[in-house]
């Protein structure tokens, strides 16, 4: 039914505003807005496909019409067409001049078998700037090619049918993901991973639908038992679990997409910006031994072990006279409470000597630095912190191995390191435990059910979600207003994916029922 | 309403007769083909516009004739009765005056989704149709059969190719003119009738078959696409001959509910009622049908047959081996004859009476009339405008069968509208449409000619998608007003009740709205209601009407001041409550429906080289429908929302640059008077 165009205006905007915003900022979809009007079919389209640069091996690609023709007289194939999807090594020439450019193998591929679904073809050349320069150029003198706009090769293979709206998402992912795990994941959405769990519950949901609304239009005179009802309770409740568990993902896909938030936090002078540089292997934050030097959040990208961190330094938490420096605490704390991880870094020097007493400053100190409306035990144990000892090398080897052992043996506290910034001194067993936990919070991209990765399409989840519980509630009191129920969640889901209508509905009404009076 | 006497049949036909002589003289404004539930709500509406009116059908006596069950309403079509009935058509009282076996279906379902549905009796429908059209100002009846349209040159101020202006009669007779025209001729379009393995040309039995020069018109003159569809009807059973003990009873409703606004009571007393029987088939059904399916060529044919309605022999082919439901209908109070419903049939006479006596409450029936199928032509109504014209024809308007729908009560819903169209069309009006978030009505042909029709079209409630504001107890506030004032089909005594009753529920509603009090409060007013809220909040009347056993009886009597007055809208207002969240939230998505309906497409768009990136399929499947508004394009098949969003571009910037044309234009007028004047200075 019901799934209408301003819905798709919102999604395409929504697409925009995320790419805008996320990182990676996305040009593939940007130029969306407004830009069809005068922009003619019948026009064929090419671009350097592969990274600009130099490089060993571009790839030039074609899409529309006068592909073929584009094709004929650049590669010299008067007759015949070469067979599709077959890599054919071909001396490529500018078709005006008849000067050879480059020697390099050429595709053809016909519609609708290809990425846009309209003709293609690709042109697999050197990499230098001066051959790629003369075959764009030579592409352009090609009668109704021009070069195409960015993005517009996937719009066109979105026009096509060609991508669903998380394919096209996972696309672009793919193209922008910058560490490992974040290429892997795109690449299990653009291959339809997540649009096919989507479509799987849209499916689900409709024969639900279609059930209820069987019962609806034709119990009266047909022969449709009570028993159909039951059945749709079953769906529902299955439905409703596997999008709990679907939303209980603690956001893992979305931090993946976008990168962990990890916030280094702690008193002044405790080495928080040292550990930044340190982590960062260049001098991105000012350094000096007077306290408040931070006043502002400093923030880096980095890639642990492929997953993408983006890590902020804040200033040191303590009380302040200076306008300035308490506005540099208030945003600390800020950031602390939007924080995935949170580094906390205590100078070991200012620990009192007795390991006991050591261990019951640090509690304390911890709760200084917690979000102040959580509770300590909810927080260590959701894993949200690590606690840094820095400095070590100022600590005798006896003290540090006692506080160690200390720390161990205490219950209740967030893992420990103790590292030294100055020396590296355990810096590599840190990264092994910020490793694991970042991993933790974005989990494996490649095991288990695909996760989310989206904003957007949490929040139409969630409104999925809500619209089963009206099924319920009105499940024996209203079967229209439960239908309503079902109808919205289907709607809610049908704004990520595709497309939901009342002649689905009746199709499997008749393919499920005899209905016949 | 029900109180007046029906004039007796043989005035009606001496009347008609005398007016016969000399109506081909006369000049009409609508001229509707054809005398059955279209053709008379057609008729009747195209007069209450205004239009001078006149109804041709092929025999006086079959006007308002049940051709096949004899039965009104259902879930989904009752609603459609309620909304003929609000705009003032006649189906809905017809209903009244006729039935004799009434029930809401769906009734444990929800206020939204019952069916309101009644048993006919077939004469009494008839007689009241015909003495309905008797009594309409500037309606004439004509018996006589149509041999041609007259198509002449077009109007060039308005869109079309072609110009409708009137009919030619048979025998020879003069032109008959006129500025619009309604074809509702059913299945008499190059109809065929079946039984087992013989066919002849027909739209019903006993009728004669329509000209060929109507179906040859349509098709080649004016170039419409049509499409083969087909239908049947089952044997009818002599009552004496049917073994009642074997059948369960279906008693009607003890108290039975009116279709019509103005009606508070039916005609048929609640005792005087019959009932219907349910048996079912056997597998003896199975054995008969499949063993006489060489004999049977109707069901060979590939014309398509609907999924819902199907004959006997496609439900047991379908789904073999079950047990299928048979209703034994009776046909009227003094009738001898049962309609057997779910046993339409094609096969042969001798088989069909085998085929009965398999089915234990017929073992020993007699059969009346023989079951027979009809294939016909319909026009494909994606050719058609909203408000039911043929897009290229100017003053040719289609409505029921022949647009590919089934049923009574979507063919009276756009025989009516069709006949208010055609009206104001030939009374230099504007045309008027209905919205899919207002009415069923409104669905129903939005769905016909934007989708277009694969198989008979039926209406069921999940095709509307705002069902739960689309209600049959409402349909007179959604639609008799707006048709009274703004459509022009409405009697003034319609009007005023409707006023009425809108003011009267717009009161109770304030009152209730303004009854607020505390939960606890509340707990002691009505100490055997679970209100839920644990805190004390203050709650209103309205709110506490939602809960699910709170009645407005139950308010009433514990606020009699303020509320017993409004008990004539108990059941009204406790529905109201209970849908309107539902409703308010709906809201937004019926403005936003309304906005793409109000977003008009040009009708000469030439889509297929429109400077926008479209794939040529789209581009075909618009340019072939031609969709009127944004929002029907939208609800097009194979149309994808990047098309919806590019197409909306367009058109929005379009409408710029034209405003912009025009302020320039302003502009230049503008100066070049600043420069006359200039230069007229001394």
Known sequence: MIMLPSIYRGIWRAVHTLRKRGTPPCRFLSTCDGLPVGLADAETIFALSSGHGRCGVAVVRASGPASATALRCMAGLSRSLPPPRTALLRSITDSQSKEVLDRGLVFWFPAPHSFTGEDSVEFHIHGGPAVITAVLQALGSVPGMRPAEAGEFTRRAFQAGKLDLTEVEGLGDLIHAETEAQRRQALRQMSGELGHLYQDWTHKLKRCLAHVEAFIDFSEDELIEDGVLNQVDRWVCDLQAEMEQHLKDERRGERLRSGVQVVIAGATNAGKSSLLNTLCQRPAA?????????RDIVETALDIGGFPVLLSDTAGLRESQDLVEREGVRRARERVEQADLTLVVVDCAHLPSDAQQAAAFLQEHLRSVLPTQEQPETVFAADRFLLLLNKTDLLPEEQRQKLDRELRRVSGFPPVCLISCHTNEGLQDFLTVLHSSVKTLCGDPLS?????????????????????????????IDLALAAEGVRLALTSLGRITGRVGAEEILDIIFKDFCIGK | MLTKKLPPLNSFLSLVSRRASHVTRQQYDVIVVGGGHAGTEAAAAAARVGAKTLLVSQKIQTIGALSCNPSLGGVGKGQLVREVDALDGLCGRAGDWAGIHFSILNRSKGPAVWGPRAQLDRQRYREFIQSELLSTPRLTVLEGSVEELLVSETNPEQPGHHRVTGILLANGSHPVSASSVILTTGTFLSGSLFIGQSTSPGGRIGDAPSSSGLSHTLKERLGLRVGRLRTGTPPRILRDSVDFSLAVVQPPDGHPTPFSFLNTRTHCKPEEQLPCHLTYTTPGVERVVKDSLHLNCHIQEDAKGPRYCPSIESRVLRFPGRRHQVWLEPEGLTSDLLYPQGLSMTMPPDVQLSLIRQIPALHRAKIHTHGYGVQYDFVCPTQLSPALQVKNTQG????????????YEEAAAQGLWAGVNAARCALSMPTVSLSRTESYIGVLIDDLVSRGVTEPYRMFTSRAEFRTALRPDNADMR????????????STLRYQEAVRVRDSLQDAQATLQALSLSSNSWKKQLPDIQISEVKNTVMTGMEVLQYNNVSFEMLASAFPESLSRHMEFSQRLKIEAVYRPHCNLQKKEIERIQKEENLLLPHDMDYLSLPVSMSQEVREILDRVRPSTLGAATRLQGITPAAIVHLLNYVRSAELRERRKHRKQQKEEREEELCAAKASLP
């Not at chain 1, 000012?286 to 931070?294: D, E, K, L, N, R």
């Not at chain 2, 040719?396 to 022949?402: K, P």
């Not at chain 2, 639609?479 to 409405?490: A, D, I, M, N, S």
């Open chain 1, 286 to 294: 000012i350094v000096s031994p007077i306290a408040g030097t931070t």
């Open chain 1, 448 to 476: 288990g059910a695909p996760t989310l990765t989206q904003a957007r399409h949490r929040a139409h989840l969630q409104q999925c979600f809500a619209a089963l519980a009206q099924y319920q509630r009105y499940r024996d």
């Open chain 2, 479 to 490: 639609l008799t007003l707006k048709g009274f004032e703004e459509v022009g089909c409405v």
């Open chain 2, 396 to 407: 040719l308007f289609l409505a029921g069968q022949i647009n590919g729908t089934t049923g």
